[in-house]
């Protein structure tokens, strides 16, 4: 019979903390929260401090009653759900379903589920920190405020089934002025000009760089014209050659935004599910010859701190794996930011014994893929900078400078374990050639103007969204992946080429939070809520009285719009096609996925398709149109309009062309760490590949 009850959230971190503890201890999962704000109503009472009205949550009366049967035939019972916000509120709520004190030592917490951090934290329990728990607490009810009171007034003046959040309604917003400042983004002209130079017979490319030291700009082919016809056919002369060492340090080692954001770039998951995988690599997975371990630390974190003990091994490490030169001589240290919880670590290995190449056999492909991508970036953090040797040669024509750069590796450091994917960039030439001042390069260089224009910023990826929510302060690292999937399952956005489009829905619900509920969808005062939270965890702040003077500037608001809000008709979107089972037009809607066909009739007739989306290219076995579908997991490929009777598919883009060497189609794919865009040859057995040219800008 056990002595002590521990309860944790999920039952693989249950097994995984069983094995530790040996038989006096039994281990049971709680499932996650056990109450919750009741779904019907509102579940705050405005008028007593914003009081909570927590019910059980459905289908947790068993796990409830379990626990609390268990709980009875124990000496003690241990609350060690996970240390942070939502971990303190879950072990308090279920403190109040069991009837356990929670103002004695009955809370254990540790940042990795490893046998000597858990046993250590047994040694060591605490009461429940109710500065924590009143910080989750005052969230979730100024969440269920802005959800329970705005959400109804869009349903009466737009649709139905519409919501607005703290959060979410300043994500949308983001997306919404991104997409506003691409429209009215104007390209200006500018074009380059590079020589193409030779030097011992060796290549390289020099930029017109300006007139003497007069850095110039050149906005239109007139000016090209008139600095070529300045060169003329006058000589290319070297007049300086400045060689130089750069050294370039490591990133820090993950925390919550910086792992969701590698993961998209390198690896192309999901931030949703970058912290699932995440979460199965915390709770444990079983090693041959070791047993049940945890193989990551803890993966909600904002802190670039790491224990003494870690770094001292990951030091150790690299000296045997590396070599002493590959050692810095003090440990690196990594700025945290101002309110970053530092009682946690940054995301790192639990033990860099445990190599990614040993655990081939244990960990699933996306398992592995995402423990070696946080194994290298912590060894990485502590190796030292890479040094790089650059030189930059200034050649003139007449008065006109044309400078070209180069750098080669001379210590690679770090980056012999690991490059953040936006340091993957080289610089578009290698070491130049032995240049000296006064030379005389010949042949005569080939000048080659180039027409660009300006490009509009970018689209938001979900790595870029959650980078800035993440700079400007909103969310924290256990929302940025909840709140970039309820955007999209609102019908709020779209991924587009996997950036984010707002729909029309999307746009008017943030112009009508904007005029009517203004600080809902303000940046600034959002952040300085999340700040507010903070204060309130640390024990500086009031929490009822931060509510009470939300409430209040909402409450006003409110009265504004229930008076003076118009409603709003969305207008249907028509296509060009007729349901074939009623003839009605078909019309667009919004899903999670994107657009697709629907008939208006519904729900008289719920016929629905997705959108047949042709790519420009016939298919070479039937002549038929070429679209692009998707599997059942989503994923794009290019398949025959004429399916079933022609099955002809592939997996990436076809160009039309068909390959030289074997008469297969090209296609165009993305190759390598940055994504290089290649076209390749689609028969698996030619191995044809030229690389597509890349602008700049």
Known sequence: MADYL??????????????????????????????????????????????????????????????????????????????????????????????????????????????????????????????????????????????????????????????????????VRLVVDREREIRAFIPEEYWTVHALCQSDGESFQAQFHSYGKSKVELHSEQEVNELLSHIGESQFIVQSVKASERKRNPSAPFITSSLQQEAARKLSYRSQKTMAVAQQLYEGMELPGVGAVGLITYMRTDSTRVSDTAIAEVREYIRETYGDA????????????????????????????????????????????????????????????AVLDTLSVDIGAQDAVFRATGSKIKFPGFIKVYTESTDDQQDEQGYLPELKVDQVITPHPVLKPEQHFTQPPPRFSEARLIKSMEELGIGRPSTYAPTVDTIQRRGYVLIEEKRFVPTELGEIVVDLLKEFFPTIVDVDFTAQLEQQLDHVEDGDSNYVQMLDQFYSGLEGYLEVAEKTMEHVELEEEYADEYCEKCGRQMVYKHGRFGKFLACPGFPDCRNAKPIVKEVGVNCPRCGKPIVERRGKKRKLFYGCSGYPECNFVLWDKPTGVACTFCGEPLVKKRKGKLGQEVIACSNPDCHYEEKVAQETH
């Open 326 to 385: 590959f050692v810095p001589e003090t440990p690196r240290e990594y700025s945290v930011k101002k309110n970053a919880q530092d009682a946690h670590e940054a995301i790192r290995p639990t033990s860099v014994t445990y190599h990614p190449d040993s655990l081939k056999e244990v960990l699933s492909r996306d398992q592995l893929r995402l423990y070696r991508l946080i194994y290298d970036r912590f060894v990485a953090s502590q190796m030292a900078s």
């Open 6 to 171: 521990v309860i944790v959230e999920s039952p693989a971190k249950a097994k995984t903390i069983g094995k530790y503890l040996g038989a006096r201890y039994l281990v049971k999962a709680s499932m996650g929260h056990v109450r919750d704000l009741p779904k019907s109503q509102l579940g705050v009472d405005v008028l007593h401090e914003f009081e909570p009205k927590y019910i059980t949550i459905r289908g947790k009366g068993d796990v409830l009653k379990q626990l609390r049967d268990s709980s009875k035939k124990v000496k003690a019972v241990y609350l060690a759900a996970d240390p942070d916000r939502e971990g303190e509120a879950i072990a308090w709520h279920l403190a109040q379903s069991l009837e356990i004190d929670p103002n004695k030592p009955c809370r254990v917490v540790f940042n990795e589920i490893t046998k000597q951090a858990v046993k250590e934290a047994f040694k060591h329990p605490r009461k429940v920190n109710m500065d924590l728990v009143h910080a989750q607490q005052a969230r979730r009810i100024l969440d269920r405020l802005v959800g329970y009171r705005i959400s109804p007034l869009l349903w009466k003046k737009v649709k139905r089934g519409l919501s607005a959040g703290r959060v979410q309604s300043v994500a």
